[in-house]
């Protein structure tokens, strides 16, 4: 009983450094925030954050991202796995019971004298035998506890890992379906335009018929017609190829899979930045650095636990019989118990050089958790940034738009009173045309920055979400069964 009590006591004990989370970088505001006034940060819907962009098509694929996308599917398999190695470990805090059974039949002697000849009859016997057996080494320096204890964060970071691959999709997709409406919006500008040149066109022939133009007009309304046309359907390409972007994201063949397109034109949203403090919880790839620093942690104090002995305590119980019938009586039975205590005391500095491996793999962990703190930061700045320039761009690209339309129709009439060569206008109808194509790229910029930003903000997700170690005990729990787990739970 004292060994026993001794041992409960001991396991208590858990060597290596308890983990706290290092410090990182982290300014007072953004550099960025000041650029415009301030928004309820209830402007977003932080759940299906896409719903900002208020796009009934946008949402419903959405949906299906966590439905058929495929790196999705990759990542919650990975994170599966992890809580599995977690099972694995927690195993390790239980004895281990094996039962055995043999039966054995064997011959000897037997066989001829060489100096008479004669044969000589062997012997030939039977043995049974059952036996149980346990052993169990007891945690006594917390090596177990602390191999738990590194595969949960791992497995948490994990976690944090699926909701990347989730956040990516999300934001990919919200970027690619906005180039996708951009696409439709500058389709309709040139098909517009092109109607505008076509009506152009007809006006030039009839003054060409009635010997008011020269068939140089003509032919130069035709190639603005046709040149105009073909930018159109150029624009199909892009188009086409952006669609089949979103079936592969919502796990879909682009043969099987179409959006048509609408006259709706998606409004650029305003984007709300909370402190950047709040960034260390929302963004799950930081959460994942942060918990693979905490599994780094652990890993030192399973290196530390090898400079301790090894305690295994054993035992045997069991029957053995020369006949079959004898082997449940009393006096075939046997049993044993026993410990074994093991330390090493020469290595030559391979523990210790373990030891140092954990400190400095934890030590490049704290670095890349510092490093994926600050390259949040400069995503969030990054896309602020854009959204301040792109917004000011908008404004002044909207009044050179304008300034040309405007210049377009006056020059127009100007040739349809005789006064300037139909050159100027074709000049003037291009130069519109071009800074209205100019302005739909513009939109098309902002729009992806928006979305860009609240990836970098990261969307709808927080910290919280984490699943707890308790969480992940439910997922995976030990297995008691001797027999291999059923098809179900393997296809999981």
């Not at 909207?398 to 100007?414: G, H, P, S, T, W």
Request: hydrophobic share 45%; glycine share 6%; charged share 20%.
């Amino acid at each position: 009983m004292g060994a026993v009590a001794t041992a409960v006591f001991l396991s208590a004990c858990t060597v290596g450094p308890d983990y706290r989370r290092p410090d990182a970088p982290v300014p007072a505001q953004y550099k960025e925030a000041g650029w415009k006034v301030g928004e309820p940060s209830d402007a977003i819907d932080r759940g299906a954050w896409w719903s900002v962009y208020k796009d009934p098509v946008l949402d419903d694929l959405e949906k299906q991202i966590d439905i058929s996308n495929q790196n999705l599917k990759a990542a919650e398999a990975a994170f599966q796995q992890a809580e599995w190695i977690v099972a694995q470990a927690r195993a390790g805090f239980f004895p281990t019971f094996n039962l055995n059974a043999s039966a054995q039949r064997s011959r000897t002697g037997g066989g001829s004298s060489s100096s008479t000849g004669a044969g000589r009859s062997g012997f030939t016997s039977s043995s049974f035998s059952t036996s149980a057996s346990a052993s169990w080494v007891p945690d006594l320096w917390g090596k177990i506890r602390r191999t738990v204890e590194g595969d949960v964060a791992s497995a948490q970071a994990s976690a944090s890992d699926l909701a990347s691959a989730r956040l990516a999709a999300q934001g990919t997709l919200a970027s690619v379906y906005l180039q996708l409406r951009v696409a439709d919006e500058l389709k309709r500008l040139l098909d517009a335009a092109a109607s505008y040149y076509a009506e152009s066109l007809r006006i030039t022939r009839n003054q060409y018929q009635s010997g008011t133009a020269d068939q140089s007009a003509v032919s130069q309304a035709e190639a603005q017609l046709e040149s105009t046309q073909a930018q159109a359907i150029a624009v199909g390409v892009t188009r086409a190829q952006l669609e089949h972007a979103i079936a592969v994201l919502i796990g879909k063949p682009p043969a099987e899979f179409s959006i048509p397109p609408t006259e709706a034109v998606v409004a650029v949203p305003v984007i709300p930045a909370e402190m950047p403090s709040a960034l260390l919880e929302r963004r799950p790839d930081i959460a994942a650095a942060e918990r693979l620093m905490a599994s780094a942690n652990a890993q030192i104090g399973v290196a530390e636990a090898a400079f301790y002995p090894t305690i295994t305590l054993s035992a045997d119980s069991g029957t053995s019989a020369l006949t079959l019938n004898r082997l449940l009586a009393t006096s075939s039975r046997f049993w044993a118990f026993g410990s074994t205590l093991v330390e090493t005391v020469f290595d030559a500095g391979a523990r210790a050089a373990i030891v140092e491996e954990a400190r400095a793999f934890f030590d490049q962990t704290i670095a890349n958790y510092r490093q994926s703190v600050l390259t949040g930061f400069q995503q969030v700045e990054d896309q602020l940034a854009a959204l301040r320039i792109l917004a000011q761009q908008a404004e002044v690209q909207d009044k050179a738009v304008a300034a040309a339309f405007e210049a377009a129709r006056i020059l127009n009439n100007q040739y349809l009173a005789g006064t300037v060569a139909y050159t100027s206008v074709i000049v003037a109808d291009q130069t519109a045309l071009t800074n209205a194509v100019t302005a739909v790229n513009i939109r098309q910029s902002r729009l992806v920055a928006s979305a860009a930003l609240i990836q970098a903000l990261g969307g709808g997700w927080d910290a919280a979400q984490l699943p707890s170690r308790e969480r992940i005990d439910e997922d995976a729990p030990l297995n008691f069964s001797p027999f291999p787990p059923a098809a179900e739970v393997r296809s999981r």
